[in-house]
């Protein structure tokens, strides 16, 4: 079994910073992609940054400039850090990864619990 675990959310007022970290455990191959997406209330869930096992970003455009995503895939754990962060950045947060459980297994994804994050003042 896969399971990711997150940590990290909570209350920040406009302008200030959060950091989500995700672990992935279990039974791993080798990870495909971990990435970070949100989704708020009455909003489909969307990508906000992912990495690819080889060095690759890419971000939701609003985010751009505010958040990094980072990735040790020594570790198989993957961060974002969010800067700057507004009120339209809340939104509960999943850890999503694209693994390879078993050699001889197609990659799947799998995806954390999630974990709020509100920003309001």
């Known amino acids: 079994q896969v399971q990711l675990v997150e940590s990290g959310g909570g209350l920040v007022q406009p302008g200030g910073s959060l950091r989500l970290s995700c672990a992935a455990s279990?039974?791993?191959?080798?990870?495909?992609?971990m990435g970070w997406y949100r989704q708020a209330p009455g909003k489909q869930r969307e990508l906000v940054a992912s990495?690819?096992?080889?060095?690759?970003?890419n971000y939701l455009d609003s985010v751009k400039g505010r958040f990094t995503i980072s990735r040790d895939n020594a570790k198989n754990t993957a961060d974002l850090q969010m800067n700057s962060l507004r009120p339209e950045d809340t939104a509960v947060y999943y850890c999503?990864?694209?693994?390879?459980?078993?050699?001889?297994?197609?990659?799947?994804?799998?995806w954390g619990q999630g974990t709020q994050v509100t920003v309001s003042s």
């Open positions: 279990g039974s791993i191959v080798s990870i495909i992609v």
């Open positions: 999503n990864a694209h693994i390879r459980p078993h050699w001889y297994s197609d990659p799947r994804d799998y």
């Open positions: 990495f690819t096992s080889g060095g690759v970003t």
